[in-house]
């Protein structure tokens, strides 16, 4: 898949990629057609915990006042600047070719979704894949 190059990784579990994709209204929408889909909140919820983690460690390198590590974190993640990541990927029309029927996809659907790829990443691969990969998105970040 495309995307698995733009971020650095290939599943060797598609499904996890695949849910990682798939927006909450999607599966539910499939789930009231009687079709078995898994939406990507916990993949989320699971990568927003692993970012914060991820972004602490590495910007503890460059701050020592834990205001500004706390500050420059927020940012970083935030649902304004995730999206910023993944301007070269083609991700938002990837996640609106797998929720056909959600419209035109928020930034803050993106950031949810870099969140699940995030989490994906680190059910498919573990952690030291995942913190190697979302360095790298973050290398070329004003930190």
């Not at 995307?3 to 599966?27: C, H, R, V, W």
């Not at 659907?109 to 995942?130: C, M, S, W």
Request: glycine content about 6%; charged content about 25%.
């Amino acid at each position: 898949m495309i995307l698995e190059d733009k971020i650095g990784y290939n599943f060797s579990n598609k499904k996890i990629l695949n849910q990682a994709l798939t927006l909450p209204a999607t599966a539910k929408e499939m789930h009231d057609k009687g079709q078995e889909c898994k939406s990507q909140e916990c993949l989320s919820l699971l990568g927003d915990g692993l970012l914060k983690g991820i972004l602490v460690e590495r910007l503890l390198s460059r701050y020592e006042n834990v205001n500004d590590v706390s500050n420059r974190r927020a940012v970083l993640e935030s649902n304004e600047k995730l999206p910023d990541l993944a301007r070269d990927w083609g991700l938002k029309v990837t996640i609106e070719s797998y929720n056909k029927s959600q419209g035109d996809v928020s930034p803050n659907q993106i950031a949810d979704t870099i969140e699940a790829l995030i989490g994906a990443v680190y059910r498919d691969g573990g952690y030291e894949k995942v913190k190697m990969i979302t360095n790298l998105w973050y290398d070329n970040q004003s930190l």
